[in-house]
């Protein structure tokens, strides 16, 4: 079987269409990526030392393709839909919303409207596609750090492994600006396993400390690292 590191003819033509396709800034990340597995303290000060870059870098075609290959991915994602749509919410933001995964699976449960952002033109133009189609469905460009949205937008917000890849400061200012635009719920998927080579928070425990109630909190089935889904009861405040 092919290893990530196999220096192997598949792997150098692949890395030859990387770079012919998106440019010798987009293989050499690719490559970093692949390279520095091994560190991942390392690669974790590399490579996310500036998440936009690397979601714009990373996102597109073959990070959509990598994804839709994995249906533990896919369980993950109906799993998560489900369980946000028990809270009957009238209307959803994911913040984070990458190529739509969720998205679209939360529009099979629900039909509210649903706004997604995300900072990676990359990813958003695959969200287009993704979900070109499907009604009540609005997307934008927007830093989970800084939303373009009034206090109380949303009745419910949403990420799904979106904060674990931000720096503990960027991570405090996603979290806060959820809880501005959210009215009734928030509703996190984030790892809290930092093995790996992101970051890893206890969500949970960032409510409870400021007194925040949660009206669930636990581990998702299949998820193959330590994950923690978690939803904040934000209203009444
Ligand atoms: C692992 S993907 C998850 C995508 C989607 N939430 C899902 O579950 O399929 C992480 C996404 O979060 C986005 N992201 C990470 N940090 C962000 C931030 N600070 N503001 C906006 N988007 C962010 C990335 O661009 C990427 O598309």
Not at 10 to 16: D, H, I, P
Not at 114 to 127: C, H, K, N, R, Y
Request: charged share 25%; with cysteine; glycine share 8%.
């Amino acid at each position: 079987m092919e290893q990530p590191n196999d220096p192997s003819p598949t792997l150098l033509v692949r890395a030859w269409r990387a770079w012919r396709h998106r440019g010798g800034r987009y293989a050499w990340h690719k490559a970093m990526r692949r390279t520095l597995g091994r560190w991942p303290g390392f690669k974790r000060r590399v490579l996310y030392a500036d998440p936009r870059e690397y979601w714009t870098l990373r996102g597109g075609l073959d990070y959509f393709r990598e994804q839709e290959g994995q249906e533990a991915r896919s369980e993950r994602a109906e799993w998560v839909a489900r369980r946000i749509s028990r809270y009957q919410p009238t209307s959803i933001l994911e913040v984070g919303c990458g190529y739509g995964k969720l998205i679209r699976a939360i529009r099979g449960q629900t039909d509210v409207p649903i706004v997604g952002v995300d900072f990676s033109p990359t990813q958003l133009e695959m969200a287009k596609t993704y979900l070109d189609g499907i009604n009540g469905v609005n997307l934008g460009l927007a830093s989970g750090a800084r939303l373009p949205f009034a206090d109380k937008s949303f009745d419910l917000v949403v990420t799904s492994a979106v904060i674990l890849h931000n720096a503990p400061p960027l991570a405090e200012m996603i979290r806060r600006e959820i809880v501005r635009v959210a009215r009734r719920f928030a509703a996190h998927n984030e790892d809290i396993d930092i093995t790996y080579n992101r970051y890893g928070y206890d969500t949970a425990a960032w409510y409870h400390d400021r007194g925040i109630a949660l009206a669930e909190v636990g581990p998702i089935p299949s998820a193959p690292y330590d994950s923690q889904f978690c939803v904040a009861e934000l209203w009444p405040r």
